[in-house]
């Protein structure tokens, strides 16, 4: 499975045509302790750069954006009553939905561990 992030700090998980997003490790400690997710509809078409969830924090509520564009296929509905496994799992059992991927030509602008490990570094 590749894995690919965002200057956004979001990340996908590919695993054939489909991407699990969600959001890196940096930015659930950067956010604090999660509150409460919300979650797109499941068929909702989205575009790369769209928001696709809101996580909300005890210090701030940010958007989560689709690092590429596809079809809302699945949403973690565990989140809604365990918010904190973001916290405790954010690029594991803490992912936020499953898209089909329509272009997966979009992952080649996103980088790889190396580069986002790079990046955060630089930050």
Do not use: Q
């Not at 992030?5 to 991407?19: A, C, I, L, N, S």
């Not at 400690?29 to 750069?49: F, Q, S, T, W």
Request: hydrophobic content about 45%.
């Amino acid at each position: 499975m590749t894995v690919k992030y965002t200057e956004e700090h979001e990340w996908v998980k590919v695993d054939g045509d489909t991407g699990i997003i969600g959001i890196s490790v940096y930015a659930a400690k950067a956010l604090g302790d999660v509150v409460y997710v919300e979650l797109p509809e499941i068929g909702r078409d989205m575009a790369k750069g769209d928001e696709a969830a809101v996580v909300e924090s005890v210090k701030a509520a940010s958007d989560v954006y689709t690092p590429v564009a596809g079809e809302v296929i699945a949403v973690n509905e565990a989140l809604e009553d365990a918010p904190e496994t973001v916290n405790a799992s954010p690029e594991g059992e803490g992912w936020f939905l499953k898209i089909k991927i329509k272009d997966a030509g979009e992952l080649d602008a996103l980088m790889d561990a190396a580069a986002y490990k790079s990046f955060c570094d630089g930050l």
